[in-house]
């Protein structure tokens, strides 16, 4: 299985960005896809997941802005992000978790994507 994150970039406070996340080499769309970002000097923090059958669960911090979805038949999930803030700025990760495993959290991940820079500017 492999996951690969994309949309990343700069965007002034208050733009928007949209990330893809393409799953490949599984073939059943029954898995929930989950976002996490990572600041420097800070941990990894759980953004949004949405289940198989698209049921969105947010972080606190995002509710309102971010919106996740999913495409099964290009095997995508998507992230919206609106009304950014420089407290967004992180490296956004997409990853899979493994059967049985909490979708919120980082030790519940089995496939986990490279990650896409996004930057807002004050």
């Known amino acids: 299985v492999q996951l690969q994150a994309s949309g990343g970039g700069l965007v002034q406070t208050g733009g928007s960005l949209r990330l893809s996340c393409v799953v490949s080499g599984r073939t059943s769309g029954i898995y929930p896809v989950t976002w996490f970002r990572q600041a420097p000097g800070k941990e990894r923090e759980f953004v949004t997941a949405i289940t198989w059958n698209s049921r969105p669960y947010y972080a606190d911090s995002v509710k309102g802005r971010f919106t996740i979805s999913r495409d099964h038949t290009k095997n995508t999930a998507y992230l919206q992000m609106d009304s950014l803030k420089p407290e967004d700025t992180a490296v956004y990760y997409c990853?899979?978790?493994?059967?049985?495993?909490?979708?919120?959290?980082?030790?519940?991940?089995?496939?986990w994507g490279k990650g896409t820079q996004v930057t807002v500017s004050s």
């Open positions: 990853a899979v978790p493994r059967p049985g495993g909490s979708m919120l959290l980082v030790g519940g991940m089995d496939y």
